[in-house]
């Protein structure tokens, strides 16, 4: 999956839009070839300026599509209470990273089908322009990359952006988790068999075995002369087995700790502050004496509501400490990311973002009401008794 040496290009309702490096090279080649297929499209020599403008608004629109595919996963997930991080476009398409990994095999389903279905609208929105301006005849010849003087650059343009979308759209679908195909077909093997390790190793296999196949034909197509298609491919499966490999590994995990829940680890007598106090008495009260880097916040109704960091308090000038309340300078959790269900199963919080950020999460029952805190620590030591390793002390 993409590396970590990448670029923030925008914030959209919070979710960082980055693009890794290798990015650059996907455009640059795009670009590159795509002045070439304008050239033969509409039947231009090398000095034509068109090809070129063509090339690069083609470019940034793929761009647009891939992006928008991955919004279309995050905005059905967040909807479904599933925080996306961020979306990183690299050198094969784009990555939403959810938060957390869903609870239902619907979740799943509907999560894992929205970015197919953008792609799709997209690749037929393009189609039903092209048509309008052209007419089917001219369009379909323009699809096939048939010069015909006839052909508009725009034309062209729709037509490629098409293709290009249909052929996404293809991929995306082939059942090789953790491709969207992948996903679905997990999910329908979490509905069958109503569980969800057993279906994530499912998917995860039938992703290997894509996986190897991709390798097989990349090299066959390598031997056979198509040398750029044949390490593409090959390099595809070669990402994929990596990656279906590392769920494999994580659902036999996963499996070993079922039946634990948040509740069975978290520290159920937790230490909170409420709303109303001063940033005084939470300096005194509780930052000098637990010597905590942050509390969770709760209101009157013992509700969770958000984190007090230390800095946050620190920050607050000493004279107008007794004035100002900690609902005034705490951290409002109003993603949800902070917190995590007490009767959740522990797997919930494998790869959970806010919990390797600050050490712990709040545990809320189903009124949001606080029940404890789990911290990271724990979470580990439960992990490590699960896999059998020498018992910890507990605490
Ligand atoms: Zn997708």
């Not at 980055?18 to 002045?35: A, C």
């Not at 608004?57 to 967040?78: D, K």
């Not at 509390?295 to 620190?314: N, Y």
Request: charged letters at 20%; glycine letters at 10%.
């Amino acid at each position: 999956m993409p590396a970590r040496s990448q670029l923030t290009l925008l914030r959209i309702k919070g979710i960082r839009i980055g693009v890794d490096y290798s990015w650059f090279l996907v455009l640059f080649l795009v670009i590159f070839w795509l002045s070439g297929f304008y050239r033969d499209v509409l039947g231009v020599d090398d000095s034509a300026l068109e090809p070129y403008l063509l090339a690069v608004a083609s470019a940034l629109a793929f761009f647009a599509s891939i992006l928008l595919h991955e919004l279309g996963h995050a905005v059905v997930a967040t909807r479904l209470g599933i925080p996306i991080t961020d979306i990183t476009l690299w050198l094969f398409g784009g990555v939403a990273r959810m938060s957390r990994d869903t609870d239902s095999p619907g979740a799943e389903f509907k999560v894992a089908v929205a970015g197919p279905v953008v792609t799709a609208a997209i690749a037929l929105a393009c189609a039903a322009v092209g048509i309008a301006i052209a007419g089917a005849d001219e369009f379909w010849t323009a699809m096939r990359v048939i010069e015909d003087p006839e052909i508009s650059g725009v034309v062209a343009l729709l037509a490629w952006l098409a293709s290009i979308n249909l052929l996404v759209l293809v991929f995306n679908l082939i059942p090789a988790f953790p491709l969207d195909g992948g996903r679905i077909a997990r999910a329908i093997a979490w509905r069958v068999t109503g569980d969800r390790n057993r279906a994530t190793r499912l998917a995860a296999m039938l992703g290997q075995g894509f996986s190897y196949l991709f390798i097989a034909v990349g090299l066959l197509w390598l031997v056979s002369g198509d040398l750029i298609g044949g390490i593409w491919l090959a390099l595809i499966g070669f990402i994929l087995a990596q990656s279906a490999r590392g769920y494999v590994r994580r659902s036999e995990f996963s499996s070993r700790i079922e039946g634990i829940s948040v509740a069975d680890v978290m520290d159920a007598d937790p230490v909170a502050i409420s709303e109303s106090t001063s940033v005084e008495r939470a300096i005194d009260e509780y930052f000098l004496r637990y010597r905590w880097p942050w509390f969770p916040v709760v209101d009157a109704t013992d509700r969770f509501r958000g984190l007090l960091v230390r800095e946050a308090a620190d920050a607050v000038p000493e004279p107008t400490r007794s004035q100002q309340t900690v609902g005034e300078v705490f951290e409002l959790d109003a993603s949800g990311t902070l917190r995590v269900r007490a009767d959740a199963p522990l797997e919930t919080l494998l790869g959970n973002d806010a919990l390797r950020r600050l050490g712990g999460l709040a545990a809320v029952d189903a009124d949001g009401r606080l029940r404890g805190v789990v911290t990271a620590d724990r979470v580990g030591r439960a992990l490590r008794d699960a896999v059998g390793g020498p018992p910890a002390p507990s605490s």
